[in-house]
C-alpha cells in the first residue's frame, strides 16, 4: 500500500492506494510545512488518524510533496516524522511544486504554478524542473496569494480605505484591534497561514469592484514576477494549482488574457492528477507491495 500527500502549509491532502492502483481511502489533516513545524509535530498529528494508526505498518511506500520543502534539510524533518509513523515504508519528500507540475502535467512542457496560501512556480518539460526566479515566501513575496491578499486587506482596514459598511464588517466579523493583529503576525507563529484566513473576507465581498481590483492587482504582480520570467511565457501550457487561482479564476483569465498569456488548466487540488502521474510515469506500482 502507499501513502501519497500533497501538503500546503495550511492543509494536507492524502490518500492511501492499493497495489493496484485503486484508492483505498482519501484522508484529510493539517498541513505541514518545515519552516514552522518538527518532525516531532508530523509524528504525533499523523498518530492522531485512526486510519493511519490501523495500516502504516502495512504501507510501503510514501510520497509527501510539501510547501516548504525545498532542500535535503528541510526535507529531513518531514522525513523523520513521516519514518515514525511509517517504519516499514521508504520516505520520499519533496516540494509542493513538483507535485503542481506533475499534477498538472499532461505530456506537453508547462510552467506550472501555485497561488494558494503561498505562491510559487516552475518550468517543467517531462524531464526537468527548473526555477527561473524563486518563491520569497509571504513577508517578500507570495504574489498574488491568500496571505498577500491578507496583508493587503488588513493595511486597507486600518488605512480607512474599505467602504464603510465593509469595514464595519470586517470589525464585527474579527473584533481584533491592531495590537491584535501585531500579535498574530509578529510575535506568534503560522503568521503567514493567519494572513491567510484573511483572504475568505475578500472572497466575501469579491462582488466590490474594490476587492477585484486587490485581486487582479495580485494576479498581475504574480504573472509579471513569475511567470513572464520565462523567456518562452506565450509559447507553452501556463497551469495552476491552489485554492486563490481556482476560486478566483475569472480574474486570473482576464489578468493572463491582457498579457496575451494563455491558460490552460486551473485545479484547486492537485491529487487526483499526482496519482495519476505517479501511477503513468513514476510506475509506483511496481514492486508494491499491500
Not at 93 to 113: F, Q, S
Not at 160 to 173: A, C, G, I, W, Y
Request: aromatic share 14%; with cysteine; glycine share 6%.
Amino acid at each position: 500500500m502507499i501513502y501519497l500527500a500533497e501538503s500546503g502549509s495550511t492543509k494536507c491532502d492524502a490518500v492511501l492506494i492499493n497495489e493496484d492502483g485503486t484508492v483505498f481511502e482519501e484522508i484529510k489533516h493539517m498541513g505541514f510545512n518545515p519552516f514552522f513545524h518538527s518532525s516531532e509535530l508530523v509524528f504525533n498529528e499523523l498518530s492522531k488518524i485512526e486510519t493511519i494508526r490501523m495500516y502504516a505498518d502495512k504501507i510501503s511506500k510514501v510520497f509527501f510533496y510539501g510547501a516548504g520543502c525545498e532542500s535535503p534539510y528541510y526535507n529531513e524533518i518531514i522525513a523523520a516524522g513521516l519514518r515514525k509513523v511509517f517504519s516499514n515504508a521508504t520516505v520520499h519528500v519533496d516540494h509542493d511544486l513538483k507535485a503542481a507540475a506533475y499534477a498538472t502535467y499532461n505530456g506537453n512542457p508547462e510552467i506550472a504554478c501555485i497561488i494558494g496560501t503561498g505562491s510559487n512556480s516552475c518550468y517543467f518539460d517531462g524531464n526537468e524542473l527548473f526555477q527561473e526566479v524563486p518563491a520569497l515566501a509571504y513577508i517578500l513575496g507570495d504574489e498574488g496569494s491568500a496571505s498577500w491578499l491578507g496583508k493587503k486587506l488588513i493595511a486597507m482596514y486600518f488605512y480607512k480605505q474599505l467602504p464603510k459598511e465593509v469595514s464595519e464588517d470586517f470589525r464585527n466579523t474579527y473584533k481584533m484591534e491592531k495590537a491584535d493583529i501585531f500579535r498574530r503576525v509578529y510575535n506568534e507563529p503560522y503568521a503567514n497561514v493567519f494572513l491567510a484566513s484573511f483572504s475568505l473576507f475578500v472572497y466575501k465581498h469579491i462582488n466590490l469592484p474594490i476587492f477585484q481590483q486587490i485581486v487582479k492587482e495580485g494576479f498581475e504582480l504574480f504573472l509579471k514576477t513569475h511567470v513572464l520570467s520565462y523567456k518562452n511565457a506565450r509559447e507553452v501550457e501556463i497551469n495552476f494549482v491552489g485554492s486563490v487561482a481556482y476560486h478566483f479564476r475569472k480574474y486570473l483569465f482576464e489578468v493572463a488574457d491582457s498579457l496575451g498569456l494563455k491558460i490552460t488548466n486551473v485545479i484547486q487540488k492537485p491529487l487526483e492528477g499526482l496519482i495519476n502521474y505517479h501511477i503513468k510515469y513514476m510506475k509506483i506500482l511496481e514492486n508494491s507491495e499491500a
